[in-house]
T-cell receptor, first 114, second 110 residues
């Protein structure tokens, strides 16, 4: 599988503070995604990137921003964390745009906002 | 916008029972369709996929057929095992924007 590293693996923060989660990949995949996983909601797409400096919104992008300055790194920032953003965050990558491409997932970041 | 709807869980079956997990989608054009599985304590992994109408994806005894006329991609297995207990997610890829359903938790009893 693709070498995808998410950091940190766990984080506890307070309401109102900014938080940045990092996704690092070693496979030179073009596409990168951020999802959140919550009970009863499955996986919801936050933002995704189709290249360096090319990003787009997903289903639940409010309160989140992303940046991709290098192919290997995709950062997710919670501008002012709220308790509703307590979740498990997954990064995923995809090689290209062929119709048979699959996603490779990182191990997830457990974020708790108190 | 695009969306994926899965049957609510949890689904509880006895070993060797027949499994169906329903999935329907809404999308413009012709998305690719996927089933991913998440075993306890693990990340998601691809189970099977189909990229055009009438394609059948299959893996590990699971099958799903891309039905354009009913916008469906139902997951089936003829005889489930305890090891199939997991959460199953239906997903679509349309122009590289990948959307998942809410997931269906499956419990298999020995």
């Amino acid at each position: 599988d693709a070498g995808i590293t998410q950091s940190p693996r766990h984080k506890v923060t307070e309401t109102g503070t900014p938080v940045t989660l990092r996704c690092h990949q070693t496979e030179n995949h073009r596409y990168m995604y951020w999802y959140r996983q919550d009970p009863g909601h499955g996986l919801r797409l936050i933002h995704y990137s189709y290249g360096v400096k090319d990003t787009d919104k997903g289903e639940v992008s409010d309160g989140y921003s992303v940046s991709r300055s290098k192919t290997e790194d995709f950062l997710l920032t919670l501008e002012s964390a709220t308790s509703s953003q307590t979740s498990v965050y997954f990064c995923a990558t995809k090689t290209g745009s062929a119709t048979n491409e699959k996603l490779f997932f990182g191990s997830g970041t457990q974020l708790s906002v108190l | 916008g695009n969306s994926v709807t899965q049957m609510e869980g949890p689904v509880t079956l006895s070993e060797e029972a027949f499994l169906t997990i329903n999935c329907t989608y809404t999308a413009t054009g012709y998305p690719s369709l996927f089933w991913y599985v998440q075993y306890p304590g693990e990340g998601l992994q691809l189970l099977l996929k189909a990229t055009k109408a009438d394609d059948k994806g299959s893996n590990k005894g699971f099958e799903a057929t891309y039905r354009k006329e009913t916008t469906s991609f139902h997951l089936e297995k003829g005889s489930v095992q305890v090891s199939d207990s997991a959460v199953y997610f239906c997903a679509l890829d349309r122009d590289d924007k990948i959307i998942f359903g809410k997931g269906t938790r499956l419990h298999i009893l020995p």
